[in-house]
C-alpha cells in the first residue's frame, strides 16, 4: 500500500507525548511537508500511528526537522504495550541545515500499530512533517 500513513487512508496518530495546538499531531499524516507536529521539549518523545488494519511495510519516509537519535517500534496487536524494535534512525537521505528526510529501506515487516520515539534532537524542539509507507 503506497502512502498508507496518510489519513486520508484511515491511519491515526493514537498516542502522542506532547502536544502544541498550533502543530496538533494529526499534521504528521495529512500528506503535506508544510505543516507538522512540534514537541514540547525534553527528550524522549514518542507518538503511535495506527492503521486501520494490518499493513506491509517495505519502505518508510520520514520528514522532519531536528531530530538526531530516533526509533521505529511495530506491533500486530491491538494490545499497544508489546512493541518489537525495527530500526533505529534509517539513513538520512537529505540534509539542509537541520530537515531531514530519514529512509528505512526493506524493512520487510507487517504492523498495525508504529512507536516513533525521538531520543534526542539539536535543539529542545523537533518537528515530524510527514510520513510515507
Given amino acids: 500500500m503506497t502512502e498508507s500513513s496518510l489519513s486520508s487512508s484511515g491511519a491515526k496518530v493514537v498516542l502522542v507525548s506532547s502536544s502544541d495546538e498550533n502543530h496538533p ?3 504528521i499524516l495529512d500528506g503535506s ?6 514537541s514540547t521539549g525534553m527528550f524522549p518523545q514518542e507518538f503511535i500511528i495506527r492503521f486501520p488494519h494490518a499493513t506491509k511495510i517495505s519502505v518508510l519516509t520520514i520528514h522532519s526537522y531536528n531530530i538526531k537519535g ?4 511495530k506491533c500486530m496487536t491491538e ?3 508489546k512493541f518489537e524494535n525495527v530500526a533505529e534512525k534509517g539513513r538520512l537521505i537529505y ?3 537541520k530537515y531531514f528526510l530519514f529512509v ?3 524493512l520487510n515487516t507487517t ?9 534526542s534532537g539539536y535543539d529542545h524542539f523537533v518537528s515530524v512533517h510527514s510520513i510515507t509507507v
Fill in 25 to 27: 499531531p494529526e499534521n
Fill in 111 to 119: 504492523a498495525t500499530h508504529l512507536r516513533f520515539i525521538i531520543t
Fill in 104 to 106: 528505512c529501506p526493506q
Fill in 79 to 81: 494490545d499497544t504495550e
Fill in 95 to 97: 540534509e539542509n541545515t
Fill in 33 to 38: 511537508t508544510k505543516s507538522f507536529w512540534i
Fill in 70 to 73: 530516533l526509533k521505529l517500534e
